[in-house]
């Protein structure tokens, strides 16, 4: 049973910052992709950033220079560092795995992490 659980969201004032954390626990043998989602009500899921096994990391335009993706490999962690945050970054932030569980590849989700952003 593989199991990704997110962590550090909040409420946070414009200009702010925050970091959210996701944590892979369950029978992993390996870890590929791992990514951020977050999707506003009422809107689609979009993709945030990605990082890679190796450690390269890719954005969506709207957070460049803002966020920061990076990753764990022995703990099977991904963070989030998200700077200078304003009011469109308000969303349910959902990270994503593509491990191998012991049996085939798949993509795992969390359950999500709130990130309310305030004027």
């Known amino acids: 049973q593989v199991q990704l659980v997110e962590s550090g969201g909040g409420l946070v004032q414009a200009g702010g910052s925050l970091r959210l954390s996701c944590a892979a626990s369950?029978?992993?043998?390996?870890?590929?992709?791992m990514a951020w989602y977050r999707q506003a009500p009422g809107k689609q899921r979009d993709l945030v950033a990605t990082i890679t096994g190796g450690g390269s990391t890719a954005y969506a335009d709207s957070v460049k220079g803002r966020f920061t993706i990076s990753r764990d490999n022995a703990m099977n962690t991904m963070y989030l560092r998200m700077n200078s945050l304003k009011l469109e970054d308000t969303a349910v932030y959902y990270c994503k795995a593509h491990l191998w569980d012991g049996m085939s590849w798949k993509d795992y989700w969390g359950q999500g992490t709130q990130v309310t952003v305030s004027s």
């Open positions: 369950g029978t992993i043998s390996r870890v590929n992709v």
